[in-house]
């Protein structure tokens, strides 16, 4: 116990020092800690103290949770400030990061929208079938989002249009769609799969149920449905033998063909306005396969489709794929092309070519009359088709007509068209003549086949039926660069005054006729009358026609 005090307290000294230096450093790093806590809470609860980013991003929750449409828009309402990471980290990140305060990158569209499980939104644009189709639009809504500096910018997916263009009441509906088209014949249906760039997927799926031929409201005809899968996983299987290298072009044959008129008006030159783009590389599939058709415009078949043609109501269960379809055809007007009308730019003169070219026709214009010094060349006479019908609306003075034809200077030939035969042998007949008259029918159809600028001259008969021929035959016959005439015939001229008398309402009355409908009308005046001309009054037509030749 008696140790030495001096060294005691020495030592007590030395232990207080010790401890005195380990209690500062203690005590340092506490004050350091308690700093960046304090620095951390107040940074976290005083946003405005920390660099917004740059007014070009959008800023979200970095959430790896999908995101609900009522979270989307309270997170536009108030969207949160955060610091931005570098660019390179950014650009390498492909997953919502997992951090809390981050800028993330913002994905192409469709890739943010099945991150985040919602539709991505689309916008109408006015339909152009020259163009590549893009993807089937939605509901046609957009959205946007306001940035950290409450700047608003569009959030709208790259615009689409519809894969079907619906338009109203009568125009026939046509869908054209690129892509993976799947079509099963036995149920007439037409499956259109969403593609790699959609990832595979589309969330908004529709489906259209159309009549393929250019009437809209047609009886007798099928409808196809066009369907959109939601998912390329609900695609059925390709059969192995039906790949087709090239797009199916869908239509049907039936219909009101069977009448020459119809047969073009109604099916050749709709067909011919959706199949030329394709130069031959596009499969006919056709619903309603009428194999008299087939056979009759084999040629011009042809020349639309290297490929055979598919008949889709004795496809059984087959399933065909093609890399894009058009599904429809669309008349543009009776017996004619708009070239103001979808698809644009082309017209009849063109189609009338593409004839001449199918059928090896020689003529594109008709014989010249006059020499190079503008005289007469007398030794030439030009040749007039008068067309002849063995039913009702025939000429009954037709050789009275073949004279007087004659005098005036033509060189005469009776076109006697055959019905269920290819066409190609009476169009080079045709396309040998530099005038054609007839009385309105489905003869003076072969008017497609007169060089252009060639005379046609339609005797419309009596009944007040000019409206009628001025549609059918008139307004084509000038889109197809002839020289139309028309001729009305007069009540003399017609055999209803012998067969019904003078006093019957269709003699005497047309109007009423007209009131009482088309029925009517077709009965007596496409029905039960022909025409004897009246040839004091047919003369001056025919002298007209030989001066429009000599003006050519």
């Known amino acids: 116990m008696g140790g030495d005090p001096g060294k005691l307290m020495k030592s007590v000294k030395g232990a207080a020092q010790k401890y005195l230096g380990v209690g500062f450093l203690l005590g340092f790093f506490l004050v350091l ?94 339909r152009k079938e020259t163009e590549d189709q893009k993807p089937v639009a939605g509901d046609g809504r957009s959205s946007s989002m306001t940035g950290g500096d409450g700047a608003t910018r569009s959030e709208a997916a790259p615009a689409k249009k519809p894969a079907c263009d619906i338009q109203g009441p009568w125009a026939s509906d046509v869908c ?75 239509f049907a044959m039936g219909g009101l063909t069977g009448n020459y008129w119809h047969d073009f008006s109604d099916v050749l030159i709709p067909l011919y306005l959706q199949a030329v783009r394709f130069e031959g590389e596009v499969q006919l599939v056709v619903e309603n396969y009428q194999h008299w058709y087939a056979g009759k415009y084999r040629h011009i078949l042809k020349k639309l489709s290297r490929y055979d043609i598919v008949d889709m109501d004795k496809d059984g269960d087959k399933v065909r794929c093609f890399p894009g379809a058009v599904v429809g055809i669309r008349m543009h007007k009776e017996f004619s092309i708009d070239p103001a009308k979808e698809p644009l730019g082309h017209s009849m003169p063109e189609f009338t070519k593409f004839l001449r070219d199918t059928y090896s026709l020689p003529r594109a214009t008709p014989t010249r009359l006059t020499g190079e010094d503008g005289e007469d060349n007398e030794k030439v006479k030009p040749r007039m088709m008068i067309i002849s019908r063995r039913h009702p609306r025939k000429l009954v003075n037709v050789k009275d007509v073949v004279a007087l034809a004659e005098l005036v200077g033509f060189e005469v030939v009776i076109g006697d068209p055959p019905f269920n035969v290819d066409v190609g042998e009476f169009a080079k007949e045709v396309n040998a003549v530099d005038a054609l008259v007839g009385v309105h029918g489905a003869g003076l159809t072969n008017s497609v086949f007169l060089p252009t600028g060639a005379v046609f001259i339609q005797v419309v008969p009596y009944g007040k039926m000019e409206h009628i021929g001025e549609v059918d035959f008139g307004i084509p016959a000038v889109d197809m660069g002839l020289k139309y005439v028309a001729y009305s015939a007069g009540v003399e001229e017609s055999t209803l005054v012998e067969t019904l008398g003078r006093d019957h309402p269709a003699v005497k009355d047309p109007e009423s006729v007209h009131r009482q409908g088309w029925g009517k009308v077709a009965e007596y005046y496409l029905g039960r009358q022909d025409i004897r001309l009246d040839l004091e009054r047919f003369e001056p037509v025919l002298r007209n026609a030989m001066q429009m030749l000599r003006e050519q």
């Open 33 to 126: 800690l308690t700093y960046f806590t304090v620095s951390e809470q107040f940074a976290i609860s005083a946003p405005n103290a920390i660099r917004r980013s740059s007014p070009g991003h959008a800023h979200a929750h970095a959430s790896p949770s999908p995101i609900t449409p009522f979270e989307e828009e309270k997170r536009q309402q108030t969207p949160v400030i955060e610091e931005k990471p570098p660019k390179a980290e950014v650009a390498a990140e492909e997953k919502p990061p997992k951090a809390e305060h981050t800028v993330e990158e913002k994905p192409p569209k469709a890739e943010q929208a099945a991150q985040e499980k919602l539709p991505a939104v689309d916008v109408d644009e006015p």
């Open 176 to 250: 054209d769609v690129t892509g993976d088209v799947r079509i099963r014949g036995s149920s007439g249906t037409i499956l259109i799969v969403p593609t790699i760039e959609s990832g595979g997927a589309n969330p908004n799926p529709q489906e259209w149920r159309i009549r393929p031929y250019s009437r809209k409201h047609q009886a007798g005809i099928n409808e196809v449905t066009v369907r959109e899968l939601a998912s390329a996983a609900d695609a059925p299987a390709c059969d192995a033998a039906a790949r087709s290298p090239v797009p199916a072009l869908v």
